[in-house]
């Protein structure tokens, strides 16, 4: 099995550095690859990454909420999505992201949908290459 990181993810960063296998590597282009990605190969599913995330992105694979309900106020990142949403991430580096979704409380979502694009960065995507266009957002 493997952890994944979902479209609650923000960037924030805090999971990367507690990660004992160096396995969560931050998604670049940003527009084409929005979240910290998890290489499902080499994630040992210690789960230290879970309680770094101040989002609540990070879930054990087979417990993916396939019907996550918005407490509301939170945001969803996804290509194709449009709103803008600016954070302050773990090292206090600005970032602005501009494909978010503000939840309304009650809304459902099918976090399930995010676990196939973590599988394909690594697959037919940047993979760890991808570290090396890392600017640090
Ligand atoms: S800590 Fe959470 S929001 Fe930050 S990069 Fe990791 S999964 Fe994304
Ligand atoms: S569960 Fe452990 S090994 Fe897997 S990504 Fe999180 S910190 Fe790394």
């Given at each position: 099995m493997t952890h994944i990181i979902t479209?609650?993810?923000?960037?924030?960063?805090?999971?990367?550095?507690?990660?004992?296998?160096?396995?969560?590597?931050?998604?670049?282009?940003?527009?084409?690859?929005?979240?910290?990605?998890?290489?499902?190969d080499t994630c040992i599913d210690c789960g230290a990454c879970i309680p770094e995330c101040p989002f609540a992105a990070i879930?054990?694979?087979?417990?993916?909420?396939?019907?996550?309900?918005?407490k509301g106020g939170e945001y969803i990142s996804k290509v194709g999505l449009t709103g803008h949403f600016e954070v302050t991430n773990h090292?206090?580096?600005?970032?602005?992201?501009?494909?978010v979704k503000q939840l309304a409380a009650g809304e459902v979502v099918n976090l399930r949908d995010d676990i196939q694009?973590?599988?394909?960065?690594?697959?037919?995507?940047?993979?760890?290459?991808?570290?090396?266009?890392?600017?640090?957002?």
């Open positions: 479209s609650l993810c923000l960037r924030d960063r805090g999971c990367i550095e507690v990660c004992p296998v160096e396995c969560i590597v931050p998604g670049e282009p940003v527009e084409k690859y929005p979240w910290m990605y998890i290489d499902p879930f054990p694979e087979d417990e993916v909420p396939g019907a996550y309900t918005a090292h206090g580096t600005h970032i602005a992201l501009e494909t694009p973590n599988y394909d960065f690594f697959k037919s995507g940047p993979g760890y290459g991808a570290k090396d266009q890392d600017k640090g957002i």
